[in-house]
T-cell receptor, first 112, second 109 residues
Framework: GAGVSQSPSNKVTEKGKDVELRCDPISGHTALYWYRQSLGQGLEFLIYFQGNSAPDKSGLPSDRFSAERTGGSVSTLTIQRTQQEDSAVYLC??????????FGDGTRLSIL | AQRVTQPEKLLSVFKGAPVELKCNYSYSGSPELFWYVQYSRQRLQLLLRHISRESIKGFTADLNKGETSFHLKKPFAQEEDSAMYYCALSGTGNTPLVFGKGTRLSVIA
């Protein structure tokens, strides 16, 4: 596709359940980033991939959060045993080396 | 520590008036500075980056290393400029962006 694609666009789940969020980057973009946008916190970095490896995981808030990227393309962000404070919009971005990041529409996650 | 500060949460101006969205940063080294914009019901998109030194939609931003600022300016605001504006920085190469909390610009007709 022409841009970064994220799915689902909205996800509502019960506290304690696991969720998977998907990101399809722009074709050919080697770098992929996950951010979280929540009220009062603004946009926070979570994790960054270069190819399939993650040289920077410093933003993951707890060990309940994990992410992987396969084939240098699609990435999945997994949140285990969700908590209410995980409610946020999760944004994915991709870029070529040294170029600006392009963002997807995000996944709005609501934990009941 | 890396930090981006946008002191105004909300800025309201009249159509045709000048606009200045403030951004100050803290970074050890030489960062890249960006402005991103999010219009209503649209995705976050790049407005401009300091190294390109270009004007997009009439907006400009000058990097002032002495004052560690990267303020966004437009001489005559338009209603379609109403949006959320985020200042951000990164290191060289493919490093993550550090964002400010954003400023909501409202242009009043």
């Amino acid at each position: 596709g022409a841009g970064v694609s994220q799915s689902p666009s909205n996800k509502v789940t019960e506290k304690g359940k696991d969720v998977e969020l998907r990101c399809d980057p722009i074709s050919g973009h080697t770098a992929l980033y996950w951010y979280r946008q929540s009220l009062g916190q603004g946009l926070e970095f979570l994790i960054y991939f270069q190819g399939n490896s993650a040289p920077d995981k410093s933003g993951l808030p707890s060990d309940r959060f994990s992410a992987e990227r396969t084939g240098g393309s699609v990435s999945t962000l997994t949140i285990q045993r969700t908590q209410q404070e995980d409610s946020a919009v999760y944004l994915c971005a991709s870029s070529l080396l040294g170029q600006p990041q392009h963002f997807g529409d995000g996944t709005r996650l609501s934990i009941l | 520590a890396q930090r981006v500060t946008q002191p105004e949460k909300l800025l309201s101006v009249f159509k045709g008036a000048p606009v200045e969205l403030k951004c100050n940063y803290s970074y050890s080294g030489s960062p890249e500075l960006f402005w991103y914009v999010q219009y209503s019901r649209q995705r976050l998109q790049l407005l401009l980056r300091h190294i390109s030194r270009e004007s997009i939609k009439g907006f400009t931003a000058d990097l002032n290393k002495g004052e560690t600022s990267f303020h966004l300016k437009k001489p005559f605001a338009q209603e379609e400029d109403s949006a959320m504006y985020y200042c951000a920085l990164s290191g060289t190469g493919n490093t993550p962006l550090v964002f400010g909390k954003g400023t909501r610009l409202s242009v009043i007709a």
